[in-house]
């Protein structure tokens, strides 16, 4: 069975650092590309970025390029988001979620969620 | 890269079927044949209920069905039941910066 498992988040004041994780189990992880995507609570889905099997290829929206970092880690099974530069508007509950054929989100994970506020 | 336009609610009775819009451009919808949607329950992640315009994962409900025109996806939920209530996002792939571009969300309601 499939599972992504989210952790790391929590609240933090703006301008400082938080790390995610997401700790994923039965599949072949260094097989699959893996996204962020996040969601302020009570709106909508919003794709933060992507990082590819290798590492080789990474993306990241416009709104958080230059402040947050996606790694992963195969051996581990392990993805990661390092968020610096926090900022009210980062506040949201973040999905891993792996993607297929880069076409779809097939299994996303339950979310954690980072409120940013002084 | 804006977010797609879907209704902000759609409803009907049980039994019924309705349909959901999902409206891009042709850098996004129109340009692509990958046009995913996913149902979110209160309090739970999403879920990929049609994938590549109107492919249904297994274990998903022939109930649900897609289709595309245009810049315009659909999603159909046909013989509605309670259980069909929730959230539903529409995606697609997009040839700009930003490779990936959610729906606003529709919420299904189920009278």
């Not at chain 1, 909508?44 to 390029?65: F, R, T």
Request: charged share 15%; proline share 3%; net charge neutral.
């Amino acid at each position: 069975e499939v599972q992504l498992v989210e952790s790391g988040g929590g609240l933090v004041q703006p301008g400082r650092s938080l790390r995610l994780s997401c700790a994923a189990s039965g599949f072949s992880f260094d097989d699959y590309a893996m996204h962020w995507v996040r969601q302020v609570p009570g709106k909508g889905l919003e794709w933060v970025s992507s990082i590819s099997w290798n590492s080789g290829i990474i993306g990241y929206a416009d709104s958080v390029k230059g402040r947050f970092t996606i790694s992963r880690d195969n051996a581990k099974n392990s993805l990661y988001l390092q968020m610096n530069s926090l900022r009210a508007e980062d506040t949201a509950l973040y999905y891993c979620a792996r993607i297929r054929l880069n076409d779809y989100f097939d299994y996303w994970g339950q979310g954690t969620l980072v409120t940013v506020s002084s | 890269q804006s977010a797609l336009t879907q209704p902000a609610s759609v409803s009907g009775s049980p039994g019924q079927s309705i349909t959901i819009s999902c409206t891009g451009t042709s850098s996004d919808v129109g340009a692509y044949n990958y046009v995913s949607w996913y149902q979110q329950h209160p309090g739970k992640a999403p879920k990929l209920m049609i994938y590549d315009v109107s492919n249904r994962p297994s274990g998903v409900s022939n109930r649900f069905s897609g289709s595309k025109s245009g810049n315009t996806a659909s999603l159909t939920i046909s013989g509605l039941q309670a259980e069909d209530e929730a959230d539903y996002y529409c995606s697609s792939y997009t040839s700009t910066s930003t490779p990936y571009v959610f729906g606003t969300g529709t919420k299904v309601t189920v009278l």
